[in-house]
């Protein structure tokens, strides 16, 4: 009775330890254009794999979210998670240019509080 409670035991840490940790994050700021440096007002742009529409101020707000990856050695879930998050690309819908920005994920998304809210990146745009 005890092997198989040490057994199950053993094997449920191990599949909980196998699984990504979920984060997420709030990415807001004001988009400009990169040439002009105006303002971008209700233009529709994609950050990441999200569609978001500036607003009268070309104000954004969007949630970057993610599961970190859970398979290989430290350094393969390392590598993982780089290629994965680390980078976001930003441009106008309709628009093949665009800008890729550091995504600054870990500083955000694994924050233990403060002063400042740490779960909120502000972070102004300029798209071409």
Request: charged share 20%.
């Amino acid at each position: 009775m005890r092997q198989s409670l040490l057994l199950l035991l053993l094997f449920s840490s191990a599949v909980a330890e196998a699984k990504g940790r979920f984060w997420s994050y709030t990415l807001k700021g004001t988009a400009y254009d990169k040439t002009t440096k105006n303002v971008l007002r209700y233009t529709a742009l994609m950050i990441g794999d999200q569609l978001v529409t500036t607003d009268s101020l070309g104000r954004y707000t969007v949630t970057i979210s993610g599961v970190t990856c859970d398979k290989g050695s430290a350094w393969q879930i390392k590598r993982c998670n780089e290629q994965a998050y680390d980078q976001l690309v930003v441009r106008r819908v309709l628009s093949e240019t665009s800008v890729t920005i550091n995504s600054n994920w870990k500083r955000y998304a694994f924050c233990d509080g403060g002063i400042t809210p740490c779960h909120e990146q502000r972070r102004d745009l300029y798209v071409p």
